[in-house]
């Protein structure tokens, strides 16, 4: 079965130009033209993978985003003509996985596609156990679920990603790169302060639970998670 996709853009031009491409390589494509229409048809045929702009009427890319995130966990990558660090920032914290700055090459949307869709794969095809227990703490990435202080977190699939790989050794101290090689893949596009959104969105769910481990901030180097 075709690999789904749910573009959600204004501009006509540009969301044919990316249906064109992406059927031509063999996705199933649909077309939503403002932000309403776009969660509706989201909510409608449930996509693998979601392409959303976020300068839209009705409700712009971030609400979007927001508004996917609170009942799915799918691949959100954003388009958008802004290419300031802190436009950057805030789709990471909407919960995007990826974003590319219009105006793109049909070349890189098509990997970061790939790329998303390939980490999505890799988590859902492990086969081992992938559950870890810490005092107050759960991670269990075969449920992809955060269970914190006995109660179930909302946690975007890069989050989940990033807790579960720094948690499963730990004390040890990964860079930014490493972490951005290990966790987003080679192919990703980003720099690092990408981590950095990422880690700060996790010391907001996780912050003063437990005395007995922490994600702690290696000034110089990285981060690790830290058991007491």
Not at 3 to 29: C, F, R
Not at 145 to 153: A, M, P, Q
């Amino acid at each position: 079965m075709a690999v789904s996709v749910l573009i959600v853009e204004d501009d006509k031009n540009i969301a044919e130009l990316l249906q064109m491409y992406l059927e031509k390589e063999g996705y199933a494509v649909t077309l939503a033209t403002d932000g309403g229409q776009g969660l509706d048809k989201f909510r409608a045929i449930g996509p693998d993978l979601v392409l959303l702009d976020v300068m839209m009427p009705v409700m712009d890319g971030w609400a979007v985003c927001r508004a996917i995130r609170a009942s799915s966990q799918v691949p959100v990558i954003m388009l958008t003509a802004k290419s300031e660090v802190d436009d950057k920032v805030a789709g990471l914290k909407s919960g995007a996985d990826d974003y590319i700055t219009k105006p793109f090459e049909m070349k890189e949307v098509l990997a970061r596609i790939e790329a998303v869709l390939r980490r999505s794969e890799r988590c859902a095809g492990e086969s081992a156990a992938r559950k870890l227990t810490f005092d107050k703490l759960t991670i269990d990435m075969d449920a992809f679920e955060l269970t914190v202080d006995g109660k179930k977190v909302d946690t975007p699939p890069k989050e989940m990603e990033l807790l579960f790989y720094l948690a499963s050794s730990p004390n040890r101290v990964y860079t930014r790169n490493q972490l951005l090689d290990e966790v987003w893949g080679f192919d990703y596009f980003g720099d690092s302060r990408t981590v950095d959104v990422h880690v700060k969105r996790l010391r907001e769910k996780l912050e003063g639970i437990s005395p007995k481990w922490c994600l702690k901030t290696v000034w110089g180097v990285g981060y690790k998670f830290e058991v007491l």
